[in-house]
């Protein structure tokens, strides 16, 4: 098998199993997984950064990038947070724990007044947002499975499987930011379901027609994907843009909300 070397990590394609939380490179001697409980990265660094740890009998080829090392740190969170203790929700810290989607997984931060974040586990800017809860919140992150995550994990369930579209999501949101930042996430709230806007008319919703560039980036320092719908926001010239989550999952979200939104319609 070939190996590409860039930064002395090693690019080759390796399979990650959904049900062990590990990724092995071709020919593990392990015994081979249901192939519908297995999922293809691209880099042994992408699998890391989706929360799977490297299998400990055919030892895959992680290198020694700074990408690759901030990867097992995310392995190491997200290890923590696969199976957490039931904890009830508490004044000065912020609960952590894994919700899923057919998407991927994504880390959800609960706190005393609501649902502080939602990401998903292999976004690169995981680590800083979980650093802008702590600042805003002036609370620790610790693992625990809420009541609230319960809930949260139930809503997912009926948003990403209602066909007749009437999930809607319910969670109270506690999204502290600046005034600014509040004002463009309040507007991302507004959009239904199944319709996109630009930057630019989000801009001019919010009466400052020329903050662009600053509503494109109060729109990537949203916290809560999916309940604050960033994703439906596309350049002025349809083209997806940019996403926190990758633009593959902003396609898929898109194309799922279309399709509910027509079958709703009929």
């Not at 992408?46 to 901030?70: E, H, I, K």
């Not at 199976?83 to 508490?90: F, G, I, L």
Request: hydrophobic letters at 40%; glycine letters at 10%.
């Amino acid at each position: 098998m070939m190996v590409t070397r860039f930064e002395d990590l090693a690019i080759v394609s390796v399979l990650a199993v959904s049900t062990t939380g590990v990724f092995c490179r071709s020919g593990c001697p392990a015994p081979a997984p249901k192939p519908h409980n297995t999922l293809r990265f691209g880099s042994s660094a992408d699998a890391l950064f989706a929360g799977y740890r490297p299998c400990l009998r055919c030892r895959p080829d992680v290198g020694n990038s700074p990408r690759t090392q901030r990867g097992l740190r995310r392995v190491a969170l997200l290890g923590r947070l696969r199976r957490p203790r039931h904890r009830r929700a508490e004044e000065g810290v912020v609960r952590l724990a894994l919700v899923r989607t057919p998407l991927g997984p994504m880390v959800a931060g609960v706190a005393v007044s609501g649902l502080a974040l939602l990401e998903f586990a292999d976004r690169p800017m995981l680590e800083t947002q979980l650093k802008v809860v702590e600042r805003r919140f002036k609370a620790r992150l610790e693992p625990g499975q809420t009541a609230l995550h319960s809930r949260l994990q139930g809503e997912l369930d009926a948003y990403f499987g209602d066909e007749a579209g009437q999930a809607g999501f319910t969670i109270p949101l506690a999204r502290p930011g600046t005034p600014f930042q509040e004002r463009v996430w309040d507007a991302l709230t507004r959009i239904p379901a199944g319709i996109t806007t630009s930057y630019a008319a989000l801009a001019a919703q919010i009466g400052q027609p020329s903050a662009v560039r600053a509503v494109a980036r109060a729109n990537g320092m949203n916290r809560l994907a999916l309940l604050v719908p960033c994703h439906r926001v596309i350049a002025s010239d349809g083209s997806l843009s940019g996403y926190g989550g990758g633009t593959w999952r902003k396609a898929a979200l898109l194309e799922r909300e279309r399709r509910v939104a027509g079958f709703r319609a009929q």
